[in-house]
């Protein structure tokens, strides 16, 4: 049976979720474990690793996006490149910062280089309205390179 302090700490995650981050801390700072509201504690905990998980692939998926618009999109290259290497350099950077605090999440990349590989392409392909033809299915490029801040594609 649950105690009246986890109740109001359950009731407190729905009315005001900074006031119950806060109480929570004070409470495992305090080792007062048993009125700590685990179930709540657990889904954040559990939410923290697929939110670095979401990101990680955003940004692959925006790093492919941009590594092909180097390579293909020749009529906007001129223009444009020094704006797509600045994203490159951006994408690169946060993707290096969260497996900085998560080098576990290295795996996770290359467990899903193609998948955003094949998602970038899919925004390529609808920004640049090219013919699809030219555009690998799969990368022409190894998650190494991709992620090789002096690597730009030729």
């Not at 109480?23 to 690793?49: M, P, R």
């Not at 979401?54 to 223009?79: F, G, P, Q, T």
Request: net charge negative; hydrophobic share 35%.
């Amino acid at each position: 049976m649950k105690s009246d302090v986890t109740v109001k700490s359950a009731l407190l995650y729905d009315t005001d979720y900074q006031c119950w981050l806060n109480q929570t801390v004070a409470q495992l700072k305090a080792h007062d474990f048993s009125s700590v509201d685990l179930e709540n504690l657990i889904e954040e905990i559990e939410s923290l690793g697929k939110s670095d998980k979401r990101s990680i692939s955003s940004y692959l998926m925006r790093l492919c996006e941009h590594l092909i618009k180097v390579k293909y999109w020749e009529s906007e290259r001129e223009a444009c490149l020094r704006g797509w290497k600045l994203e490159i350099r951006n994408f690169r950077l946060q993707i290096q910062a969260i497996l900085k605090d998560s080098p576990s999440l290295r795996n996770y990349l290359r467990e899903n280089f193609v998948v955003e590989y094949q998602n970038g392409r899919k925004l390529f392909l609808d920004s640049s309205e090219l013919d699809p033809a030219p555009i690998p299915d799969t990368p022409d490029f190894i998650l190494e390179q991709a992620l090789d801040e002096d690597w730009i594609p030729s």
